[in-house]
């Protein structure tokens, strides 16, 4: 009794500590935390970009299901309430207020932001020129602006920041807000504190919102069927996390209930079938404790990914219990075939152990919660189980459930034929597939559905939200340094401009200039006395009262004395863009300049490299994208070719016979063969994750055709053994095949691979392995 509850004590402590430490653990979903750890500075920014970049605080809204007038004045309560959230930076819906902000900011900041402010701009004859500048102007239909502005600004320095600031021409306004188009909607932009990958903020935020607007929506007459859609990295972000959850609950349920009514049906004992369940609570519990462990979260891709080891960590139990002869007992089934399960369980190890290797954060957590879950399972089955099975307990409802592979092997000949003929099938349609084997469009690994991404689409489109695939990218040692670089970047993107190469851009400079061009605007600026002269004679002759322009004077003589600015002088919707433009990377800061409407990407890219700061380059967020799913399918193919390499190693080593590996390893060969095939069938194309699941075959079908290689028809124990199998493929399939209905694309394109393949495995075991004969 004594090795019993020893056992069963160490068990249930380590049992407890994993619980404890899953508990602890931090769950996320941002598909950021499931891609590599960026080695290139193309990489970086693709990597910031979607993770902390300035449009991943954005929310775009609509209001639709009412008149225009209905739906501005909706927007018009909203906007106000939003403004007050402590969840929101920034509220832009076309109102006055929308702007407020950064026009402050670069109103009383004009001349220290302003890289036109040189000594020879407020010269007699500097000053006379943008006097009659002023003049065209006041004529214009910017007449009414430079009213209002002229005696404050008449060097006209605040006028051309808005310019170079504003960037993308705004939607459509109506009844003073914004509109589509079509005027079926009201429009609106928020800028959000917390960033899209915040899932702890930013479900706070989104509802926070939805709150706001159903209250605006009460107070406002005709709107009560006024409805509101939400777009954006926020937004998405939540919607894959609900996602996730939902299908990894549903899921694991499903499988349970699968798995449990097949233990059922083939044990007819409820305590038995408790029993089988303890290897999957171990294996879920410490995969998830050592995932935690090692890289300090877990993906709820890898924890839905844990549904599987509802199917195969099920084997091992399987195995003990289906095996255990009539008025047997199950140590001395697990004695007999434990050296089998023992290989099995490294073979499959060593599988997924190739998988750590991986750059992939995500595909090495699968790896890792893969292997810690395997090694829990089967030390529970060797060390638990069998000091808790009844005594004389026989599962009778198993070898029923295994007459099909009976019928198999009973006509192996005319159904090697059939397998056969499957694999040159196989084979001739991987040969005559066309148009690519890989799925390289990264859309189609998106979790979020068409219609979402394309209402998304729109209302960028609607609201004139550029969006961005280059950027002119830097290095340099210190903020400040970065500044000046940028600096001297602005002549070189300005020509650009001039040539029609580029559309626009935003440095980040401009935002925030460094503080030696502050200290030389500064300078710049004459005393009060000289400026009051030199304005004096640059009216003479002009339709001007100098006395009128004492707040210019007043602006000039404060901008010389003012205090530097520094990133806490700016406004929270300017700081935010700020940030994501000049970002901290260890001992360097790293400078990324958004550039819109690139005409000519060769020729911007030569005169970036050529002309820019040192090391300065274009980066395509686009041909990075297609370049790190590149990475993953080699990197993916060559883990999977190793953890096979491993495999076959590890089968010499416990076999000691070439003949008895290739037996093994044939009909895996040509379950893997075939499920390709199937995957492709009709033009189809094979995604990355499904490299992880020709792995999972290898490693999970090592397993069945170790038995069926082990066991000689006709034998003592040979039914049950062969029972045991069908049992163990059927909870694996079912888990896998559930999992193929997942909406998550890795899960789906993993769960439907090794529902197919390890089904094949099973078969060509059950096929291919040669027969042996009976020992006497």
């Known amino acids: 009794m004594r090795p019993k509850f020893l056992a069963l004590g160490v068990w249930l402590m380590l049992l407890a500590a994993c619980g404890l430490i899953a508990v602890r653990t931090s769950y996320r979903t941002d598909m950021g935390d499931f891609l590599p750890h960026s080695a290139s500075l193309a990489q970086q920014v693709l990597a910031g970009q979607a993770n902390g970049g300035a449009a991943s605080h954005i929310v775009l809204l609509a209001i639709k299901g009412a008149p225009v007038p209905v739906l501005a004045a909706l927007s018009g309560n909203l906007a106000p309430q939003l403004r007050h959230e402590p969840e929101c930076l920034d509220v832009l819906n076309g109102d006055d207020k929308s702007l407020a902000g950064a026009e402050d900011y670069v109103w009383r900041n004009r001349y220290l932001l302003s890289p036109a402010v040189t000594a020879p701009a407020f010269s007699v004859a500097g000053l006379h020129g943008a006097l009659t500048n002023d003049l065209g102007l006041l004529g214009s239909e910017l007449g009414l602006v430079m009213g209002r502005s002229l005696p404050a600004d008449p060097t006209g320095e605040a006028l051309d920041l808005a310019n170079q600031l504003g960037g993308e021409q705004g939607p459509a306004a109506q009844d003073g807000v914004w509109v589509s188009a079509d005027g079926d909607a009201a429009l609106l932009l928020v800028?959000?504190?917390?960033?899209?990958?915040?899932?702890?903020?930013?479900?706070?935020?989104l509802a926070v919102i939805a709150a706001d607007f159903a209250r605006a929506r009460a107070a406002t007459p005709g709107a009560g069927a006024a409805y509101l859609l939400m777009s954006g990295p926020g937004v998405f972000a939540v919607q894959t996390r609900d996602t996730t959850k939902s299908d990894v609950s549903r899921l694991s349920v499903l499988a349970l209930a699968g798995a449990a009514g097949l233990l059922a049906f083939a044990y007819r004992s409820p305590r038995v079938l408790l029993l089988g369940l303890l290897p999957i609570a171990s294996g879920a519990l410490a995969a998830i404790a050592a995932v935690s462990l090692v890289f300090g979260f877990v993906h709820g891709i890898t924890l839905g990914f844990g549904v599987t080891l509802i199917g195969e960590s099920l084997d091992y139990a399987i195995y003990l219990f289906t095996q255990t002869a009539r008025g047997g007992s199950a140590g001395e089934t697990l004695a007999r075939i434990w050296p089998t399960l023992r290989l099995g369980a490294l073979t499959s190890i060593a599988g997924f152990s190739a998988m750590l290797f991986s750059s992939f954060t995500g595909f090495a957590q699968l790896g890792l919660f893969s292997i810690a879950g395997l090694i829990a399972a089967a030390a529970t089955t060797r060390f638990v189980l069998p000091h808790f099975v009844p005594r004389g307990f026989f599962a009778g409802g198993a070898e029923p459930l295994a007459k099909p592979a009976f019928l198999l092997i009973r006509h192996r000949r005319a159904a090697s034929g059939a397998v056969a003929l499957g694999l040159a099938a196989g084979i001739a349609a991987?040969?005559?597939?066309?148009?690519?084997?890989?799925?390289?469009?990264?859309?189609?690994?998106?979790?979020?559905?068409?219609?979402?991404?394309?209402?998304?689409?729109?209302?960028?489109h609607q609201l004139g939200v550029p969006d961005v695939r280059y950027f002119a990218v830097f290095q340099a040692p210190d903020a400040?340094?970065?500044?000046?670089?940028?600096?001297?970047?602005?002549?070189?993107?300005?020509?650009?401009?001039?040539?029609?190469?580029?559309?626009?851009f935003t440095l980040p400079s401009e935002i925030l200039p460094s503080e030696p061009a502050q200290r030389a605007r500064q300078a710049a600026l004459p005393d009060a006395a000289t400026l009051r002269a030199?304005?004096?004679?640059?009216?003479?002759?002009?339709?001007?009262?100098?006395?009128?322009?004492?707040p210019f004077f007043a602006a000039v003589a404060e901008a010389r004395t003012a205090p530097l600015l520094n990133p806490s002088s700016l406004p929270p919707a300017l700081a935010l863009q700020f940030d994501s433009m000049l970002v901290r990377r260890g001992d360097t800061w790293v400078v990324m300049v958004p550039l819109r409407d690139v005409a000519d990407p060769a020729g911007v890219a030569r005169t970036i490299?050529?002309?820019?700061?040192?090391?300065?380059?274009?980066?395509?967020?686009?041909?990075?994208?297609?370049?790190?799913?590149?990475?993953?399918?080699?990197?993916?193919?060559?883990?999977?070719?190793?953890?096979?390499?491993?495999?076959?190693?590890?089968?010499?080593?416990?076999?000691?016979?070439?003949?008895?590996?290739?037996?093994?390893?044939?009909?895996?060969?040509?379950?893997?063969?075939?499920?390709?095939?199937?995957?492709?069938?009709?033009?189809?194309?094979?995604?990355?994750?499904?490299?992880?699941?020709?792995?999972?075959?290898?490693?999970?079908?090592?397993?069945?055709?170790l038995f069926f290689e082990r066991s000689a028809p006709g034998a003592p124990g040979w039914q049950r053994a062969v029972a045991s199998i069908v049992l163990a493929n059927l909870c694996t399939v079912a888990a896998y095949g559930l999992l193929s209905c997942s909406r998550i694309p890795v899960l789906h394109d993993i769960g439907l691979t090794v529902a197919i393949g390890t089904f094949l495995s099973l078969v060509c075991g059950a096929v291919l392995s040669p027969p042996k004969a009976v020992t006497p």
């Open 609 to 705: 490299a050529t002309a820019g700061p040192p090391g300065a380059g274009l980066v395509d967020l686009n041909r990075e994208s297609d370049r790190l799913l590149a990475t993953f399918q080699h990197q993916a193919l060559a883990l999977a070719v190793v953890g096979s390499l491993a495999i076959l190693i590890l089968l010499l080593a416990g076999l000691r016979a070439p003949r008895r590996v290739a037996a093994v390893a044939a009909p895996l060969a040509a379950a893997v063969t075939m499920t390709c095939a199937l995957l492709t069938l009709g033009g189809g194309r094979l995604s990355i994750f499904m490299v992880a699941g020709f792995l999972l075959i290898v490693a999970i079908g090592s397993n069945y055709c």
């Open 480 to 504: 400040q340094l970065a500044l000046r670089e940028s600096e001297g970047l602005l002549p070189v993107l300005s020509k650009l401009v001039t040539a029609g190469q580029l559309g626009g």
């Open 534 to 550: 030199n304005f004096t004679q640059a009216a003479a002759g002009l339709p001007f009262n100098t006395q009128a322009f004492a």
């Open 430 to 460: 991987l040969l005559a597939h066309r148009g690519g084997m890989w799925d390289t469009n990264l859309l189609d690994l998106s979790p979020i559905p068409a219609t979402a991404q394309q209402l998304d689409q729109d209302l960028r």
């Open 191 to 205: 800028h959000t504190v917390a960033p899209g990958f915040d899932l702890d903020a930013q479900p706070q935020a």
